[in-house]
């Protein structure tokens, strides 16, 4: 099997008697297809095994109707530990091969052999959870009269081998369900309405997490007048089309005990855009309630932080979110706005508002919430799309280091990111005759370009990551979101505060 092509096989479901064992009562058996052994341990760009294993289950579960499931772990995990001595077994004879010191590399075989396994069957567990129960969601029917639910699951339980580390698998749960329910927090965002779903919809989300846990969220929302006076003139540009009040929302999670790093997550929260005056008119309109899944995402992530609480790490969750809309108030293309950093920006393109919004935004993570690493997420451009499909992200990064967090996070939580150039000669696109920048430096590169744009507002002391998501945070097929980008941002925040202690 092609080691980038995932197979989640549902055999069944095969219905055996239980022989009276379980007082004559008939249980379902579920088997679950994961590939060939030899491939559950190695790099996969996207799903793993496990997820694809996930997926299969819930989707059964639906049809069956199961309240009750058990999954056992044990033939999955003998694998995982074959084939890690395997894995180790060859990396210590290419090392002896060159002569290196054979009571050294034993060492760092058994060391590797003993901490290697079972990292890779807590991964395993936490990707089976969280595929599992993102499955179950039915988004499609939330908004119907007379809903038909099909899921009914109440509780999964994991049976993994008795001498395992229960602490260990028990953590790998609760992350697994975690990063669900920050997933699932994006979807139920992304798919109301935008009637339903507006700037203060979204600032009521933040203010109910942050009620759920005031010992470690707080929050402040900022509105028209207060971002004015900060001078956030490129964010109230993009706004003042619209009825509905933009709402500046902050959100800080502060861990227990001492805080040894600081990190913001910004997000684009526009939460219908019409186009402005560049009015869509090319089609896909009525799904521009998606163009707030960036910032869904950042509230999602911060959802998952409630419950798993890393130590060490202060978050700022950061979103712009107000409409994009068409009025007597709204920004025609021409117009200039002065950014809160200061520089001016010629409007030539109203369809291109969001890196306005996110302007304002990563200003405000640097000068005020005074954070020198920077993760944003948006739905920025539909070149990156184009450019990369509909299950892959774009991935921007001011510095190698950051970029290669962000990929190893990814390829934990089972979403693809692809990396693109800041490529320098494109800068003088984004110049304008009138103005400090332009907001739209044309078709060619354009998720190159807008990502550029964003870098002219990072200052050089800051470590910058900005994630395009327009392609994967919307399912076509399913008209649905997908809640992309969460997970990637939880493994990466539980991975700097892991490093830290």
């Known amino acids: 099997m092609h080691p980038y092509t995932i197979q989640g096989e549902c055999l069944g479901p095969l219905v055996v008697n239980s022989n009276g064992n379980a007082g004559g009562s008939v249980q379902q058996v579920i088997l679950l297809g994961l590939g060939s052994s030899k491939d559950l341990n190695t790099h996969r760009w996207g799903h793993n095994p496990f997820h694809a294993a996930g997926t299969a289950l819930a989707r059964v579960a639906k049809s ?71 499955g179950l969601h039915e988004g499609h029917l939330r908004f119907k009269t007379k809903p038909e639910y099909k899921a009914q699951m109440h509780s999964i339980t994991v049976l993994v081998p008795e001498a395992q ?157 107000c409409e994009n809309m068409v009025g007597s108030c709204a920004t025609r293309p021409g117009d200039v706005h002065v950014s809160a950093a200061g520089k001016s920006v010629e409007v030539v393109d109203t369809d291109a508002e969001g890196r306005l919004t996110l302007a304002d935004a990563l200003w405000y993570a640097q000068e005020k919430a005074k954070v020198k690493c920077v993760v944003d997420i948006a739905t920025l451009t539909g070149a990156a799309g184009i450019a990369l499909g509909q299950h892959t992200g774009a991935l921007f990064s001011n510095t190698d280091s950051m970029a290669q967090a962000i990929n190893t996070a990814s390829s934990a939580a089972g979403e693809k990111f692809w990396r693109l150039p800041l490529d320098q000669g494109l800068v003088k696109k984004l110049e304008s005759p009138v103005a400090d920048l332009k907001n739209y430096a044309g078709r060619w590169g354009g998720a190159i370009t807008a990502a550029m744009f964003l870098q002219e507002f990072i200052q050089a002391d800051c470590e910058w990551c900005h994630l395009d998501v327009a392609g994967p945070a919307w399912d076509d097929a399913a008209h649905l979101p997908t809640g992309f980008g969460v997970a990637t941002l939880v493994e990466w925040l539980m991975t700097r505060s892991t490093a830290q202690q």
């Open 165 to 321: 580390g229960q602490d260990m698998y028990n953590a790998a749960v609760a992350r697994g369900t975690a990063m669900a329910a920050g997933n699932l927090t994006a979807r139920l965002l992304v798919e109301a309405p935008p009637n339903t779903c507006t700037p203060s919809y979204m600032a009521s989300a933040a203010e109910h997490l942050a009620g759920a846990n005031p010992a470690h969220f707080k929050l402040q929302v900022l509105n028209a007048e207060q971002c004015k006076q900060l001078g956030m003139g490129l964010l109230l540009g993009v706004a003042q089309g619209s009825a509905e009040p933009l709402k500046f929302i902050h959100l800080l999670y502060t861990p227990a005990g001492p805080v040894q790093q600081k990190v913001a997550l910004v997000g684009k929260g526009l939460t219908f855009d019409s186009g402005g005056y560049n009015l869509k008119i090319q089609g896909g309109i009525e799904t521009m309630k998606c163009d707030m899944a960036g910032g869904a995402a950042v509230l999602g992530a911060a959802t998952a932080l409630k419950d798993l609480q890393p130590k060490g790490i202060e978050v700022h969750f950061i979103i712009g979110a």
């Open 64 to 134: 069956c109707k199961l309240k009750h499931c058990q999954v056992a772990m044990h033939l999955a995990f003998t694998a995982l530990q074959q084939q890690h001595q395997q894995q180790c077994q060859a990396q210590l004879n290419q090392q002896q091969h060159h002569k290196h010191d054979q009571t050294t590399s034993r060492q760092a075989f058994e060391l590797s052999s003993d901490q290697g396994a079972p990292a890779a069957a807590a991964l395993a567990v936490t990707s089976l959870i969280l595929a599992t129960l993102t």
